[in-house]
């Protein structure tokens, strides 16, 4: 592929919710501009961009993917994006490589609730949008019922750029409003004529409007509107794209993927008014405390950002980078300025769905991907060598559904944790770590596919087949009232015997205090030695778990008496005689069973706050308070057992319909009530 100027390059982000169609509108683009020779279908699993297997299997996208192509003189990397909760991290990631964001809406389904969360997204960064209103040609579409929908759920920068001739199956084409002229499509070729007779008042009409919204943003083009100077189609367009490249104008224009009706036109808008890499504000970057800002000149020192990591067991390690400055070629060597090592660039290639084609240089503004980067990982910043600045790579996103795996074979575990971590450098929306109390790996992701699909891949490109099991809840163990025991331990063997005398009160402390051990051995009951022994036998066994196997805690162990031999008695007597005499004190003073208790803030549109109330309420939690949220949302603050919310991103997804989202962290613990007992030991002894 050959090069192309800052001015002649459009980075877009195809995003929206599942299904509306996006990966159809990636191959009718790509066949459209003569990248591709036929169109592939997503029900055959036969797509550009869907080509992994758990795509392919599934029907949905799961990751990005990358799909430049040409049209008229311009070169746009698509960005093909997943439409499900789920994979919200990769669209986290295109949206970091991207200037404009186009979303694709269904006219039968209308704006979804995916749509409304990515668009958030891509106005918190400010990045230019605009909306591709697909299925027009299916049964109850309806483009009249989804602009209104648009002007509700995104406000009044909403512009149609063009009206729908004909219907559901009788849809055939446009209207551009720009130009007032007519295309229609037969067989995917474009035939420009009249505005039809039948929609020409209302043509004029969403004509009017349009062009008094695009001269509002220029005055001196307003002040020669409202003097009767009509501004024509190409000076109406070049204020457009000022207003789209400020994000403060969304154009909607609409078509269908499918049958290839308008998408040469929806190519030619983004070429004609999406913003070009120079049109973006600088990117700021950080060298210590100190930063700057870093302009899209290809004549610059070379900076690259690293957007998404593929890992392959095969090819490797493939990095995607955007060039932010400079032009990069191949064998460059770069600084990677997280980890201050020296990354040399070989091959440089762009991506195709997975078909990788050579480049011989990538300027500023571009994208492309290069093989075998040791130490780069995504969100890593490639700087000249000794300029180690840094981009500020997006916040992580908070995972919200945790499952614990093991592998089937024992074997298997280094090789599982060493593939683990290659799936993290691809996937930063998922976390691994280890409970060393509970002893399970807990992998912790976006949602149940989300983490389905992990564990699918951990099988096909690893060759590592995983068990899934609940997580375990780490309860704790405590005492409600003072109690004391003598511990003895006392055995004899052939030369020397083993014997300790250690005698102990217990007593319980404040929830949250932890341990407490007080020595008041007198006149040498027990010789000095041999005192931390006793505590450290207390500590083992409070670790190894009380009368219900949870670890003890909030306990003040007293060690006041003890009897020991002069020729017998050791440290491990004694470590035993604590543990003994802790044993026996824990059965006599009223042990209890803790429960941890997460603070949980839940956010939702306030239509569902008395629902997802009540819904934490039937899960024992404990409504601390709401307050506002932006758009109208509602924050809920509340203590919740944390046993009660595992699979809770499930549940309120569905209890929402997807727009609700929530944070949880450990907050304390507190008695767990007694009709529970029995369930929360059966299954700890079934695990």
């Known amino acids: 592929m050959k090069t192309f100027p800052p001015a002649r390059i459009r980075n877009v982000a195809l995003v929206g919710h599942g299904g509306a169609g996006k990966t159809t509108l990636a191959e009718a683009l790509l066949f459209c501009a003569g990248a591709i020779p036929r169109q592939g279908r997503v029900e055959d699993g036969t797509t550009t961009t869907d080509f992994d297997a758990e795509e392919v299997k599934r029907k949905i996208s799961v990751s990005l993917a990358l799909a430049p192509f040409e049209y008229e003189g311009h070169k746009i990397n698509l960005i093909d994006c997943p439409g499900y909760a789920d994979f919200v991290g990769e669209v986290d990631a295109a949206l970091s490589a991207a200037d404009l964001v186009v979303f694709v809406v269904s006219a039968v389904e209308g704006v979804e609730v995916q749509t409304e969360a990515v668009w958030k997204m891509a106005a918190a960064r400010k990045l230019p949008r605009m909306v591709f209103v697909n299925k027009l040609d299916r049964e109850r579409a309806s483009f009249e019922r989804t602009l209104e929908q648009l002007r509700q759920v995104f406000g009044a920068g909403i512009a149609p750029l063009e009206l729908p001739i004909g219907e559901e199956t009788s849809f055939r084409g446009v209207a551009d409003l720009l130009t ?222 945790s499952i614990a795996i093991r592998p089937k074979s024992k074997g298997d575990e280094d090789k599982l944790m060493t593939a683990l971590h290659r799936l993290q450098d691809e996937d930063p929306a998922l976390t691994v770590r280890r409970d060393d109390e509970t002893h399970q790996t807990v992998l912790s992701g976006m949602g149940e596919t989300h983490l389905a699909i992990v564990t699918e891949r951990l099988h096909r490109k690893f060759g590592v087949e995983v068990e899934v099991e609940d997580l375990k809840v780490p309860f704790r163990e405590t005492i409600t009232k003072q109690a004391e025991a003598e511990g003895k331990y006392k055995k004899q063997t052939g030369g020397h015997g083993q014997f300790g005398v250690a005698d102990i009160r217990i007593e319980p402390l404040e929830r949250g205090a932890g341990f407490e051990f007080v020595d008041q051995i007198v006149g040498g009951a027990i010789p000095r030695q041999f005192i931390p022994a006793v505590e450290k036998g207390i500590m083992e066994t409070m670790q190894q778990g009380g009368l219900h196997g949870f670890p003890v805690v909030d306990v003040r162990v007293t060690c006041y008496d003890g009897k020991y031999h002069a020729v017998d008695s050791s440290e491990m007597s004694f470590k035993m005689a604590g543990s003994l005499g802790f044993k026996e004190a824990m059965a006599k003073a009223g042990p209890v069973i803790l429960e941890p208790v997460s603070l949980v803030e839940v956010t939702v549109p306030a239509s569902y706050q008395g629902d997802v109330m009540g819904d934490l309420n039937s899960r024992r939690g404990r409504v601390q308070g709401t307050e506002s949220g932006n758009d109208g949302e509602q924050i809920i603050v509340a203590l919740v057992p944390t046993s009660e919310i595992m699979r809770y991103a499930i549940d309120l997804r569905s209890l929402t319909g997807g727009r609700g989202r929530f944070t949880a962290q450990h907050d304390h613990y507190d008695l767990l009530p007694q009709n529970l007992y029995s369930k929360v030991v059966a299954k700890d002894d079934k695990d």
Request: net charge negative; aromatic share 4%.
């Open 180 to 401: 007032d002229t007519a295309i229609t499509y037969d067989t995917g070729k474009a035939v420009q004529g009249e505005i039809p007779d039948e929609m020409e008042s209302l043509e004029h009409q969403v004509h009017d409007n349009l062009v008094e919204g695009i001269v509002v943003a220029d005055d001196d083009l307003m002040e020669r509107y409202l003097e009767g100077d009509v501004p024509g189609a190409k000076e109406l367009e070049e204020t457009l794209a000022h207003g789209v490249a400020s994000a403060t104008v969304f154009p909607v224009v609409c078509g269908s993927a499918s049958k290839l009706v308008a998408i040469d036109r929806l190519a030619a808008f983004i070429c004609e008014i999406g913003p070009t890499p120079a049109d973006r504000p600088p990117v700021t970057v950080r060298a210590g405390d100190q930063a700057q800002e870093v302009s899209c000149d290809p004549g610059a020192q070379p900076l690259a950002y690293v957007f998404k990591t593929v890992a392959d067991p095969y090819v490797g390690k493939v990095s995607l980078f955007r060039v932010l400055s400079g032009t990069v070629r191949p064998d460059v060597v770069l600084t990677n300025s997280r980890v201050h090592s020296d990354e040399k660039l070989h091959a440089l290639f762009t991506l195709r769905g997975k078909e990788q084609e050579p480049v011989s240089e990538v300027p500023a503004g571009d994208i492309a991907a290069v093989g075998k980067l040791s130490e780069t990982g995504t969100g890593d910043t490639l700087a000249p060598k000794g300029t180690p600045v840094v981009v500020d790579p997006p916040t992580p996103l908070s995972p919200v559904l």
